[in-house]
């Protein structure tokens, strides 16, 4: 399999969505984040990219700012883009201030790379892209990944994070010769002005090769079985699958189409969390309308309805089922347990209130 640090971490955030981007190759537009991102890394190369004259200030923000007139996203709000549009001028303008160009000896920018792993007699290819490799130096190097994200990890987070793992098996790769402690790591978060260095052993990247080889392992497993779940959570609000996502289907389905009983579950929707307000003791009623739901979910292929009182989710759990009778003559006889426990699924429905 050909993989990368940027699909395994897609993995690990939701497999459906691992589906949609790697396996199936549905291509979304990307949001503003991304977009700002790509943007800074392409200055932050033509700012290091001329030799022996590197470029002014002046001019690596002109190339900010023709890149941002060309750029193309969808759905945003021009208060939106006028924040973005400053913080990265600020952004470049701190960076360059901090980061004279020619006082680094830069020995790659955009570095590709590729790494073969062995999983028994298969091999597995790992690629990725390196944003900087400084020679700081003699045989000492640092790898430098921009970010453009707000939050700073702790030291701890970085010292196990897997996309710098990855990156210092690329540069092995390449310079076979070099020891793991002469390779800094290190993230440079550009709206902070901070760079924070790792590194890592032979242990830990021996380490790192066999979590990439179980993850491998596990989509394998899961591509076979056709089973890739969607993992809602806040990142939710970033992603541009939603619209075809389960988790979130229904939601769109206002705007896009409208089903012939579309107003029927909506009022189903309404009399569940009607019932559920009032603490009755109408149970047979509720199992009616989770049924209609549950009906109206599978029809829809989705696993999340909304309404105008909040939505519902289903939810897969797993119970014991006991036989009693043989509970007790065995608890009498032997006190074995487990024999006679059985594992059965139920699915649920999850009622969250809107705020």
Request: overall charge positive; hydrophobic content about 30%; some cysteine.
């Amino acid at each position: 399999m050909r993989t990368s640090y940027s699909a395994l971490t897609t993995y690990q955030q939701c497999p459906l969505k691992f589906k949609f981007q790697e396996i199936d190759r549905i291509r979304v537009p990307k949001g503003i984040e991304a977009v700002f991102g790509n943007i800074i890394h392409n200055c932050l190369k033509f700012m290091f990219g001329r030799t022996p004259l590197y470029p002014a200030l002046d001019e690596v923000v002109g190339q900010f700012q023709g890149l941002w007139q060309e750029k193309e996203i969808i759905k945003i709000k021009p208060e939106e883009e006028k924040a973005y549009y400053e913080d990265g001028i600020a952004v470049l303008k701190n960076f360059y201030r901090l980061n004279p160009p020619w006082n680094f000896n830069i020995v790659d920018l955009e570095s590709r790379f590729e790494v073969s792993i062995s999983s028994g007699a298969e091999n597995h290819t790992l690629t990725g892209i390196i944003d900087r490799i400084d020679k700081v130096s003699d045989n000492s190097f640092e790898i430098i990944d921009y970010k453009t994200s707000r939050r700073l990890p702790s030291q701890e987070n970085l010292d196990n994070d897997l996309q710098m793992s990855i990156y210092h098996l690329g540069i092995t790769k390449r310079w076979p010769h070099i020891k793991p402690e002469n390779i800094k790591l290190s993230l440079y978060f550009l709206k902070h002005g901070e760079k924070i260095t790792t590194s890592r052993s032979n242990e830990d990247l021996e380490k790192t090769k066999n979590f990439v080889v179980a993850t491998i392992d596990e989509i394998k497993q899961r591509i076979e079985k056709n089973d890739f779940p969607p993992f809602p959570s806040p990142l939710c609000g970033w992603c541009g699958y939603r619209p075809t996502c389960p988790m979130w289907k229904h939601e769109y389905q206002k705007s896009i189409r409208q089903p012939t009983d579309k107003n029927e579950i909506e009022k189903i929707i309404k009399e569940y969390f009607e019932l559920k307000n009032q603490n009755t003791q109408n149970n047979k009623r509720l199992a009616e309308l989770q049924a209609s739901v549950y009906e109206f979910m599978n029809q829809e292929n989705i696993e999340r309805v909304f309404g105008e009182n909040g939505y519902l989710t289903k939810t897969l759990q797993e119970r014991f089922v006991y036989d009693m009778d043989k509970i007790k003559q065995i608890l009498d006889e032997l006190g074995r347990w487990n024999e006679v426990v059985s594992k059965k699924q139920f699915s649920t429905l999850k009622a969250s209130k809107k705020k």
